[in-house]
């Protein structure tokens, strides 16, 4: 994977070990404390999130999917061999044990997800609006920068620039992504990554795109627009984290959601005191 950097601001840190990405900073917008965490206890992997790295290795990188993805023949890991060939599988436990001594570092992937994402690949692929987005350009590069404000060491990898920014998302519904995007943060991420591949010397035609592609048939795609007023909105999203981040590692102190500070408790309105409903009969109260 090649690497784009700001050419005279990097030099030999590359590799520093107090670089941040918009995977890590998010949690800053949670506490301090919880960013921390995330950075000790990376977050385990789901089907959700191997559905979708697959699918971006599909659009961006399909050369390199047979190299790191494998389907696995139909083992039963709990009965001998002989057994389970009987039984019409195609090994057991002792064949299964060799098959992955044999596939090196091949990430393992049921057949269902593999042809799930071979289908929002083709979803994508063929959309009209979609399709031009995804090819030609230059496809899930690393970049890294120094934030001119903090001097801390930014990194990204964005998913595709062909002139206009573009990243891939997958989705369960089209319906409801809009409301992910806030939920997630995804529009502090594109601008991230906007900001990113402008400190590295490259070029952007137009507003940045999201794609959305849903990860269940029909694998409807949509294509969102992110004007300059949106991607303000996110860039101080993510400004504020930096600096905060910053703050962190010039004091040591890292604190949690109430900054060790006890609050009021602050009620919603639909807390306040229940009425009882008024008896009456025929009319008159009781």
């Known amino acids: 994977m090649e690497t784009l950097t700001q050419p005279t601001a990097l030099g030999p840190h590359l590799e520093r070990a107090d670089a941040t990405n918009w ?33 971006h290795a ?3 990188e399909p050369d390199q999917v047979a190299f790191r993805y494998i389907t696995s023949p139909r083992f039963h890991k709990g009965q001998n061999d002989s057994t389970a060939i ?20 091949k990430e393992i992937v049921e057949m269902d997800l593999m042809l799930r994402a071979r289908a929002m690949r ?20 690393r970049i890294e920068w120094i934030d001119a404000s903090t001097g801390i060491l930014c990194r990204g990898r964005f998913d595709h620039l062909n002139g206009c920014l573009a990243d891939l998302k997958t989705t369960r519904s089209l319906v409801t992504f809009e409301r992910d995007i806030a939920k997630f943060g995804y ?5 991230w990554y906007e900001s990113g591949v402008h400190a590295a010397g490259l070029v952007t035609v137009g507003a940045p795109r999201l794609v959305a592609v849903e990860n269940v048939p029909p694998h409807d795609v949509q294509v ?31 604190p949690g959601v109430s900054g ?20 009456t009969m025929d009319g008159v109260p009781i």
Request: proline share 6%.
């Open 23 to 55: 995977s890590s900073l998010k949690y800053m917008g949670i506490s301090p404390l919880h960013y921390l965490h995330n950075l000790r206890n990376p977050r385990t992997d789901s089907e959700a999130l191997l559905l979708g790295r697959l699918t």
């Open 58 to 60: 599909m659009v961006f």
């Open 86 to 105: 009987g039984n019409g599988y195609d090994g057991g436990k002792q064949a299964f044990a060799a098959w992955v001594g044999s596939i090196g570092t």
């Open 122 to 141: 083709d979803a994508i692929v063929s959309d009209p609006v979609a399709g031009p987005l995804v090819t030609s350009g230059h496809s899930e590069r």
């Open 187 to 191: 529009h502090s991420q594109l601008a």
């Open 224 to 254: 969102l627009t992110f004007e300059p007023d949106d991607l303000a909105v996110g860039r101080r999203v993510y400004r504020a984290a930096l600096d905060r981040l910053a703050e962190c590692r010039r004091t040591g102190l890292w």
């Open 260 to 279: 060790g500070v006890a609050r009021r408790v602050a009620l919603p309105a639909w807390a306040g005191p229940i009425e009882e409903p008024e008896l």
